[in-house]
Nanobody, 119 residues
Framework: VQLQASGGGLVQPGDSLTLSCAPS????????MGWFRQAPGKEREFVAS????????HYADSVKGRFTISGEKAKNMVYLRMTSANPEDTAVYYC?????????????WGQGTQVTVSS
């Protein structure tokens, strides 16, 4: 199972961007999907997640109020709407998923999509 992230690119500070993530390969079920990012020289960090039961969402403090995660459970697709982008958001963004029935453990990962925020 692979996840394919797309939608990255070069944007200016204050701009908006939407990332998408879709599965490829065999079908599978998930409990949650999320986004992580890794900036040059830094550790990969959590950005946002969505749990299908109750549609619960969680955000890193650094993106709360600016980013919105959404998804389609039946298709195992997840989106990240980024608004008010700033240079600190520059990173490779990865989507990930937790297996159905699990409460933790990001098992499935995408290859990443580059987001660059620069004037």
């Amino acid at each position: 199972v692979q996840l394919q992230a797309s939608g990255g690119g070069l944007v200016q500070p204050g701009d908006s961007l939407t990332l998408s993530c879709a599965p490829s390969g065999r079908t599978f079920s998930t409990s949650a999907m999320g986004w992580f990012r890794q900036a040059p020289g830094k550790e990969r960090e959590f950005v946002a997640s969505i749990w299908w039961t109750g549609s619960r969402t969680h955000y890193a403090d650094s993106v709360k109020g600016r980013f919105t995660i959404s998804g389609e459970k039946a298709k195992n697709m997840v989106y990240l709407r980024m608004t008010s982008a700033n240079p600190e958001d520059t990173a490779v963004y990865y989507c990930a998923a937790i297996d159905f029935g699990k409460q933790a453990g990001w098992k499935y990962w995408g290859q990443g999509t580059q987001v660059t925020v620069s004037s």
